[in-house]
């Protein structure tokens, strides 16, 4: 070890330090595969003393800290690629105060978000953020790139739920910003600033998180709809008229790859380019009789074509499959992915421009389009033609991948609609953000991190 | 006029300019009242292009500008004292587009809050920020104050409706910040930090607000309450009970205020030291039988010791006012009032310290509390004793502000929970942020505004 990182012992445990190889790849980097990953050791703070302590000795040294959550992102943010020192929130994972009162908990951030929901569940409380990566994410991580999800028609993302944190800064600083308030009118909302800011400003040591009170019975309902222009009534019709916690499309080609894969037998016997998912609480008879006209309205203005309702949990989830299943079923195409966003109602027309440059770039490839629609949220999907390497895709998609951001910016829409920017989306960064806004985050950077040691070279 | 303010006429019309007496004096302030009121000009721009037009004067004539909406801010916010001129907006008062299938509107700044909520309710939509300024504030006003309210409970603050905002910055550039996308992780969201800044980083010129579902009808109940501790747990049980919309508190004090002031009928028969109006939802019979079952678990336990359930609209309104008319009815006593806040668990605690250091100080004077719970948003209100000049009082309860200010500090609270910060919680802004964020808050506003033209010497 250099005399750099043996002084890191005179503030830390030794078990705190790893500097071995298959330590170093293992948590130098997050689930993005593609960098050459470059880590000088890996420390495990326990406090947020360590962490101030820790981002001293760093200052002192021109030394850049990466830091590490659950590694579950897919922006590549939490990878080291420059000889770093990873920080790692693995041993501050404690549940630290509970109040049934406020709601809320207090919690250190490598608290894997399963653990928070399992912490709630035990509560009679909820903690509605929802996605694939729940069973590792840490809550750090999710606050550090505003995670969002499955249920964000209903319960928003991160961001609101997160009532305070407690973030050592680029000087060492401690900031307790918010303090778990509900309403507090007393300047700059900082807290906003660090979430979603990737560790670029500061290190989130604790944060405080409002939990909801458990939601009421759900019901799913799988539905072929005509065409994309129908798929947005019918979203406006359940936003409107029932409690709506999500609403997922998918078309033809994605769940015909998902019925191949998993052997289910098809949701409806009638053939559609596109299928709805929805899934709406229903707190009682009255309600559940509610839904079932919000549904039959769909049908006989003729949006939706077909469909079927759950009627138990188990149908519930068997129907979320054709939904979850898709990544999975499209997996051995090694496809191309983005993550995407534009305004709900922007979602046909951009679909049908995209479909259409890339029909005509690439006239034989096969698209495979689902998402969240109650959020603009698309993931696109490219499959690797038969016969083509993968190298020779790989090289192809950095074509695509303009032609998708070009799009992307006609519609004023966003390069990561809930991936981050990290490393991967970087330099597209000016496809959604003006060149006025990029400066100004360099400036705010420089505030928070003016020797630029906090997770240097990511986001900007 | 000074050749400055004849150079306004180059990039303005002739009635875009006011600098007459009357008008000085009348949108050269906000609610407030104690301030000389010192304004060179009133402009009333029309487009973006006329602020930035505005700001680059602005800035080329080192001319202060104050942003100006509804001005019924209780801040100073919105107050010219140093020759500044004031920008007002209510000549950008259009509803500009309108997406049902987003359920958004994009609006320009000077809409006044009921016009944006008369325009949802005819589209069958619901604008939720509501409270008693929204016949005048106007919208501009309310996201750079990040405005709360009545329903925060249930819908949150300004915050959590403004989905985009083009503002125009101190160094004349316009920035869309998040063009309304539900989902856009792509670096620091500048957005929210706008939001409640207070027009110090610079001006909005449009805003995309979500609009909310039409709500369900609602119950009022109206409670009898043993303590403090009893108003605690009764929140908890119907805040995760309930579809809970509002929970006001108010002590005995406050009510019969109220009923000697307006001559409305006790609401109970049963006197108490505390009070609670609890407004919910109730989508059918089902879900108001629930609500009954929650309201009798609270009598059964002790925690309410009277209540009455509303029968009607009506009688729905009726009750509000024990809670809405507080303000008016103190109003002859010229009371000393403060807004702030603490967690919602630390409210007991923060009362009973706050009440016996003013019961130790000022032994005879009479303190009356209310408040939205929900959000631990206390109103304390004192009165002036009988005999008291308003002079002498006035200068007595800068002393007051000294110990309630401590007192939150001690509970990590807010010195200003929905109103702000501009000139009159200036001076006490370290009570609850610290001298690192302030630091933070300056280096921010340095970036967005260098030459320090935009709303000087507010909030920081």
């Excluded at 495990?44 to 590490?68: G, M, Q």
């Excluded at 994410?137 to 993302?157: D, E, F, W």
């Amino acid at each position: 070890m250099s005399n750099q990182l043996l002084e890191l012992e005179s503030f830390l445990q030794k078990d705190q330090i790893k500097t071995d190889e298959e330590s170093l790849k293992y948590w130098g980097k997050d689930w993005t595969t593609y960098f050459d990953i470059k880590a000088s050791a890996i420390v495990f703070p326990r406090s947020t003393e360590d962490v101030v302590a820790l981002v001293k000795w760093a200052r002192k040294n021109k030394i850049a800290l990466v830091p590490s959550g659950g590694r579950t992102g897919l922006s590549g943010s939490a990878a080291a690629t420059q000889g770093e020192v990873v920080v790692s929130f693995d041993q501050m994972n404690k549940i630290k105060d509970f109040s049934p009162i406020d709601q809320s908990v207090i919690i250190e951030p490598g608290v894997v978000t399963e653990a928070l929901q399992e912490f709630a569940h035990k509560n009679q409380l909820f903690y509605p953020v929802d996605f694939a990566a729940t069973g590792s994410s840490q809550m750090g991580g999710n606050i550090a790139t505003n995670a969002g999800g499955i249920k964000v028609v209903r319960y928003g993302l991160t961001r609101d739920w997160v009532a305070g944190l407690k973030v050592v800064t680029g000087t060492g600083e401690v900031l307790e910003l918010n303090n778990g308030l509900v309403k507090n009118a007393t300047g700059y909302d900082l807290r906003h600033l660090f979430i979603g800011s990737e560790g670029t400003l500061g290190f989130i040591t604790e944060a405080t998180i409002k939990l909801a009170p458990v939601p009421p019975p759900m019901k799913v309902l799988v539905m072929a709809v005509s065409g994309l222009d129908a798929v947005m009534k019918i979203f406006a019709e359940f936003k409107t008229k029932t409690s709506l916690v999500a609403f997922e499309m998918f078309s033809d080609k994605a769940l015909a790859k998902v019925l191949e894969n998993t052997g289910l037998p098809a949701p409806l016997e009638t053939q559609s380019p596109f299928y709805v998912l929805s899934e709406v609480e229903t707190r009682n008879e009255q309600d559940e009789e509610h839904v079932l006209g919000v549904f039959e309205k769909c049908l006989e203005e003729g949006w939706v074509v077909d469909g079927v309702l759950s009627q138990s949990d188990v149908q519930a989830t068997t129907f979320w499959r054709y939904r979850e299943d898709i990544s999975e079923s499209l997996a051995k195409y090694s496809p191309y992915k983005n993550d995407i966003a534009v305004t709900i109602s922007k979602v046909p027309p951009f679909m049908a421009d995209l479909d259409k440059v890339l029909s005509t770039a690439y006239p034989t490839w096969e698209v495979v389009w689902f998402g969240h629609i109650g959020d603009g949220n698309l993931h696109i999907n490219i499959l690797r033609p038969e016969g083509m390497s993968k190298e020779e895709f790989v090289k192809e998609c950095r074509k695509v991948d303009v032609m998708v951001f070009d799009t992307v910016k006609k519609y004023k829409g966003s390069i990561s609609a809930e991936h981050g920017v990290g490393l991967t989306k970087k330099s597209f960064l000016t496809y959604t953000r003006s060149e006025a806004e990029i400066g100004l985050m360099k400036q705010i950077k420089a505030a928070f991190d003016p020797d630029n040691i906090m997770n240097p070279g990511k986001v900007i």
